[in-house]
């Protein structure tokens, strides 16, 4: 005999699994939302025209919009021998794709401080120029050229034109901060110490954001780091890994 409580149960049924599916559809996925704050540790490679080292930094980053986030970044640069570099940076990157996607390229510009510091007394700056030039010696920097010349009684800071005289080249420091260097003169203990420099940086570049799990990511990134002084710039060249996390 056919049930008459048969036909409600399917209809119930049908409206029970059609709900639930519904609701799954609707409901937020586990975990942390894509656009969360999330720090990350960095590792890379920094290079430019006259030398390369390692980086390491971290940064943290904080979503504005389901396309824009800030990110403060801060890392450590090995410049060559005897030189290394702070790089202070504040920015945006701004996803290309919406954040909710496993992998997302973005686009990178910022701004800080790119602090450099140089130990003038390694072989490759100015350490081996006591074997070759008495204390007191001037050496000038040559406007528009690598390298100082050697002189006396000049007083200006900086040689214009052409040179015939001794030269000397410290082969791992840029003419970026050679030339601002000024008149230097042959220090009578040996011991010539160490130069810095703060100037602004602009940074520019991009990378992909790729999610791990619904909290850890990683991030390949280039950027260039565009440092500006005296109407002049140098240019140093970043390519970095990520590991981050995701509040």
Not at 49 to 77: I, K, Q, W
Not at 147 to 162: R, S, V
Not at 220 to 242: E, I, K, Q, W
Request: hydrophobic share 45%.
């Amino acid at each position: 005999m056919r049930s008459r409580y048969l036909p409600p149960l399917v209809v119930s049924f049908a409206l029970v699994t059609w709900s639930g599916w519904a609701s799954a559809q609707t409901l937020p996925p586990a975990g942390p939302p894509a656009a969360a704050p999330a720090v990350s540790a960095v590792g890379g490679l920094s290079a430019s025209s006259a030398t390369s080292g390692v980086l390491v930094g971290a940064t943290f980053t904080y979503p504005v919009t389901d396309r824009v986030s800030f990110e403060a970044l801060g890392s450590y640069l090995g410049r060559g021998p005897g030189a290394r570099a702070l790089n202070l940076n504040f920015g945006m990157l701004v996803n290309l794709l919406p954040a909710d996607r496993k992998a997302v390229p973005y686009v990178a510009l910022g701004g800080g401080l790119y602090r450099t510091s140089f130990d003038l007394d390694n072989a490759h700056l100015f350490g081996g120029l006591m074997s070759q030039y008495a204390p007191g010696t001037q050496l000038v920097p040559f406007g528009g050229m690598l390298g100082f010349g050697m002189m006396q009684g000049y007083t200006g800071t900086m040689w214009q034109g052409p040179w015939t005289g001794p030269t000397f080249d410290p082969q791992d420091m840029p003419h970026f901060y050679e030339s601002r260097l000024g008149m230097m003169t042959v220090p009578a203990n040996g011991r010539w110490g160490a130069r810095r420099f703060t100037d602004p940086v602009i940074s520019l570049g991009g990378g992909l954001n790729a999610a791990l799990t619904s909290h850890v990511f990683v991030r390949p990134d280039a950027r260039a780091l565009v440092v500006l002084a005296n109407g002049d710039h140098y240019t140093v060249g970043v390519m970095s890994f990520s590991l981050g996390y995701r509040f």
